[in-house]
């Protein structure tokens, strides 16, 4: 299992303060069952802009394999990551377009700027993996029509499939897997506090979906 979104580097963004904290995260996750996992520090946040150098630097603290290489959470600012010379991507799709992460404005992006945002993206040779999609506010259609028109994949977030049963983006999250949408699932975790969450949405994805945990953390895009 790989987990392609995570905030597991301390001192970088709003995840883990110090290093203690980091190394227990990544015990947990390792004994929940992942072989990999990929720090995704946010980029070009309003708050948090952390340098490669920067997130390799505390990479080598950690010392640990299950950490193999590192990307970015990117605020989709497209100049700005059109500007990098090495985005770090996830990997690239068949056709040769890097695979990045992307967040949008919770809750007060309007669905024609996600749909001109993703096809500047793909016109620069992005395929974007949209982070925690249950945020958004947007309903399945808009993102079935999304998918059928742009190179684009949906990464739900995990621990809201923690919460209650009666929660409108846990409802969301098992609607879109069971109709096919989500093409990727991730702890986004950012604290020690949250494993209770991402281990009970573990036990939950692979008693209802294990056919699926395959595709769900996998690094493999068409």
Not at 7 to 21: A, F, N, Q
Not at 119 to 141: C, M, Q, T, V, W
Not at 194 to 206: C, M, T, V, W, Y
Request: charged share 25%; net charge neutral; proline share 4%.
């Amino acid at each position: 299992m790989i987990d392609l979104h995570s905030h597991i580097i301390y001192g970088l963004d709003d995840g883990p303060d110090t290093l203690e904290e980091s190394l227990e995260i990544i015990r947990h996750l390792s004994s929940f069952g992942f072989t990999e996992l990929v720090p995704t520090p946010h980029k070009f946040h309003m708050l948090f802009n952390p340098s490669p150098s920067q997130v390799m630097e505390k990479i080598k603290h950690l010392k640990r394999s299950i950490i193999k290489r590192f990307s970015f959470e990117y605020s989709c600012n497209i100049p700005l990551i059109k500007e990098m010379s090495n985005t770090y991507n996830i990997g690239l799709t068949s056709d040769g377009m890097q695979v990045i992460l992307i967040e949008f404005p919770v809750m007060i992006t309007r669905k024609g700027d996600v749909e001109k945002s993703i096809f500047e993206l793909n016109s620069a040779g992005f395929a974007p993996l949209i982070a925690h999609i249950e945020r958004y506010g947007k309903n399945d259609i808009f993102w079935s029509e999304l998918k059928k028109k742009y190179k684009v994949y949906l990464q739900g977030g995990m621990r809201a499939l923690a919460k209650p049963f009666y929660d409108s983006s846990r409802k969301q999250i098992i609607r879109m897997i069971e109709s096919g949408l989500i093409d990727n699932l991730a702890t986004d975790i950012h604290r020690a506090s949250q494993l209770g969450k991402i281990e009970k949405a573990i036990s939950f994805i692979f008693k209802e979906y294990k056919e699926s945990t395959e595709k769900f953390f996998a690094d493999s895009f068409i």
